[in-house]
C-alpha cells in the first residue's frame, strides 16, 4: 500500500452542502486536466477490475487449480461405472522330454490366449456415494478458496486505481502550487526592489518555492510506484481514470453487513464446505464395513499360435457376481471411524472460528468505512476554509495588512487541505472494496456483464452420465445420510 501524503495543518468549519459538491468538482478537474497527459485511452473503475479479474495470472492460476480439483468428481463418478479390461499371452515352450522307454525328445509347444473381463459394481454398501459427496464438498470448497482470490486481486486493483487517481491529483496541486509560487516570488521580490518588503521576506518566498520543488519530485516518485502497481494487478498502464464511483452491493447497515458476511463470505463457506468433506469421510469410514455387491463377466480364447487356426481355439464364458462382507478387520475400521469422526469434530470448531472471524473483521472494517466517510466530508470542508483564508491573506498581504509569511502558511495549508482531501476520498472507496471483501461480494459477479471468463460449471454435473442413474441409485439405499 502506497504512502499518504505529507502531514497537514488541522482545520474545522461548517460549510453548505452545494459547496462541499463543488470542492469534489474541483478536485475532479485537477485529476482530468492531469490525466490528459497520459494518452486518450480511459478506463472506469469496474473496466480496470474487469481487466484484473480476466487477465491477472494469479487468479489464472488458481482457475487451472479449481479444474484440476473437478476431476475428482469424475474419479469418484467412475465407481459408478463399469469396468473392462483386455489380457493376451503368448508362450513358447522347447523342452526336452523323456519317453516310457527312457528315450529323450525334443517337444516344442506354442499357445496364445486372451480374454476380455467386465465388472460393474452395483453396491458398495454407500462408499462411492460418500466418496462423490466428499468430491463434491471439496471441489466447492476450492471454488471459496478461488473467491477469496479474486477478492484480493479485485481488492488490490481497487487499491491501484485509487492510488493512482490520488498521486495525480496530488501531483497536480503541487505543481500548481509551484507555478502559484513561482508568481508569488516575483511579486515579493517586485515589491522588495520597490522598498515593500525586506530582504527576509524574499527569502522565505524562495525556501517555500524549494520546498515546493521537493514535493514535487516526491509526489513523482509516488505516482510511479502506484502505476507501477497498477500495471501489476491490472495488466497494462494506467489510461485517463475518472474519479472511481462507488462499487455496488454494499449494504445499508451493520446488521446487513454481518448478515450477507454469515451467508456469502468465502471463508465462512469454505470453513463450512471443509465440514462437509469431513463428514463425508465419516460416511466413507463406516461404509467400509459395508456389504458389496458387483457383477463380473469374462471371455476367454486359447489355442495354438502357429500354425493358428481359430476353429481350434477354445472359448469359455463366464458370468457370476461377486458378495463382499468384512466379518473382522483387525479393528481397522473401527479406528478409520474413530480417525475421521476426530476429524469431522476439528473441521466444526473451524466453521465456528470462522464465523468469529468474519464478524470481527466485518465490524472493524465497517467502523474504517464509517470513519473514512466522515473523514471525506471533514477534508472537503477543510478545503473550502483553506481556500477563502488564503484568498483573504492575499488580499490583506497586498494591503500591507499581513506579513509574507502569514501568506505562505496560508499557501501551505491550503495544499495540504486539497491533498488531505484527495487521501480521504482514496480512503472511502478503498474502504468499500474492503467492505465487500468482507462479506463475500467483492467477486466475478461485480464484473461480470464486461468480463470475459466463462462462468464455472454446476457442480452436481461434473462427470454426471446417464449411466450412473440405476448404480447411483442403489448405492444411496445403503449410503449413510450427512450428519448434522
Given at each position: ?128 456415494t460418500a466418496q462423490l459427496r466428499a468430491a463434491q464438498a471439496q471441489i466447492r470448497a476450492d471454488r471459496e478458496q478461488l473467491r477469496l482470490v479474486e477478492a484480493q486481486i479485485l481488492q488490490g486493483a481497487v487499491q491501484a486505481y485509487c492510488d493512482v487517481v490520488r498521486d ?14 513561482a508568481d508569488a516570488v516575483k511579486e515579493i521580490q517586485a515589491r522588495f526592489e520597490a522598498g515593500a518588503n525586506t530582504r527576509a521576506d524574499v527569502a522565505q518566498a524562495e525556501a517555500q518555492l524549494h520546498s515546493g520543488e521537493a514535493l514535487v519530485t516526491s509526489a513523482q ?28 452491493g454494499l449494504p445499508g447497515d451493520l446488521e446487513d453487513a454481518l448478515t450477507a458476511g454469515e451467508q456469502e463470505s468465502p471463508t465462512l463457506r469454505q470453513a463450512e464446505f471443509a465440514d462437509a468433506v469431513s463428514q463425508a469421510k465419516v460416511d466413507e469410514a463406516k461404509a ?197
Amino acid at each position: 500500500m502506497s504512502s499518504p501524503p505529507p502531514q497537514r495543518l488541522q482545520a474545522r468549519v461548517h460549510v453548505r452542502k452545494g459547496e462541499l459538491h463543488r470542492v469534489a468538482a474541483v478536485l475532479t478537474a485537477a485529476v482530468t486536466a492531469l490525466s490528459g497527459m497520459h494518452g486518450a485511452r480511459a478506463e472506469s473503475l469496474t473496466e480496470a477490475m474487469s481487466l484484473a479479474y480476466d487477465s491477472n495470472p494469479t487468479v489464472q492460476s488458481q482457475r487451472e487449480q479449481l479444474r484440476a480439483s473437478d476431476e475428482s468428481a469424475v474419479q469418484a463418478r467412475a465407481g459408478f461405472r463399469p469396468t473392462l479390461e483386455a489380457d493376451a499371452s503368448a508362450q513358447y515352450t522347447d523342452a526336452p522330454q523323456s519317453s516310457l522307454f527312457g528315450g529323450l525328445s525334443e517337444v516344442q509347444t506354442n499357445q496364445t490366449q486372451g480374454a476380455l473381463a467386465v465388472g460393474q459394481t452395483l453396491y458398495s454398501g454407500g462408499r462411492t456415494t460418500a466418496q462423490l459427496r466428499a468430491a463434491q464438498a471439496q471441489i466447492r470448497a476450492d471454488r471459496e478458496q478461488l473467491r477469496l482470490v479474486e477478492a484480493q486481486i479485485l481488492q488490490g486493483a481497487v487499491q491501484a486505481y485509487c492510488d493512482v487517481v490520488r498521486d495525480r491529483t496530488v501531483l497536480a496541486l503541487y505543481r500548481q502550487s509551484q507555478t502559484d509560487l513561482a508568481d508569488a516570488v516575483k511579486e515579493i521580490q517586485a515589491r522588495f526592489e520597490a522598498g515593500a518588503n525586506t530582504r527576509a521576506d524574499v527569502a522565505q518566498a524562495e525556501a517555500q518555492l524549494h520546498s515546493g520543488e521537493a514535493l514535487v519530485t516526491s509526489a513523482q516518485a509516488q505516482l510511479d510506484a502506484s502505476v507501477a502497481e497498477y500495471v501489476a494487478v491490472v495488466g497494462r498502464s494506467p489510461g485517463n481514470l475518472p474519479e472511481p464511483q462507488a462499487l455496488g452491493g454494499l449494504p445499508g447497515d451493520l446488521e446487513d453487513a454481518l448478515t450477507a458476511g454469515e451467508q456469502e463470505s468465502p471463508t465462512l463457506r469454505q470453513a463450512e464446505f471443509a465440514d462437509a468433506v469431513s463428514q463425508a469421510k465419516v460416511d466413507e469410514a463406516k461404509a467400509s464395513g459395508h456389504a458389496s455387491l458387483t457383477l463380473n463377466g469374462q471371455f476367454g480364447s486359447l489355442g495354438q499360435a502357429v500354425p493358428f487356426d481359430r476353429l481350434k481355439f477354445n472359448d469359455d464364458i463366464t458370468v457370476g457376481a461377486t458378495f463382499r462382507r468384512p466379518l473382522f478387520a483387525g479393528g481397522a475400521i473401527a479406528s478409520q471411524v474413530r480417525q475421521a469422526s476426530a476429524l469431522r469434530s476439528a473441521a466444526r470448531l473451524q466453521v465456528d472460528a470462522a464465523r468469529r472471524t468474519v464478524i470481527q473483521t466485518i465490524s472493524q472494517v465497517w467502523s474504517q468505512r464509517r470513519a473514512a466517510q466522515a473523514n471525506e466530508k471533514t477534508m472537503q470542508a477543510e478545503v473550502l476554509a483553506a481556500q477563502a483564508a488564503f484568498d483573504g491573506m492575499r488580499v490583506e498581504y497586498r494591503a500591507g495588512l499581513r506579513t509574507t509569511l502569514d501568506v505562505l502558511v496560508a499557501e501551505q495549508t491550503l495544499r495540504d487541505a486539497q491533498a488531505a482531501a484527495a487521501q480521504a476520498a482514496h480512503d472511502e472507496r478503498v474502504a468499500d472494496a474492503s467492505l465487500l471483501a468482507a462479506i463475500g461480494r467483492l467477486d466475478g459477479r461485480l464484473v461480470a456483464s464486461s468480463s470475459t471468463t466463462r462462468p464455472l460449471p454446476d457442480v452436481k454435473r461434473i462427470g454426471a452420465s446417464l449411466w450412473d442413474a440405476i448404480p447411483e441409485g442403489l448405492d444411496k439405499l445403503g449410503s449413510v445420510e450427512p450428519g448434522p
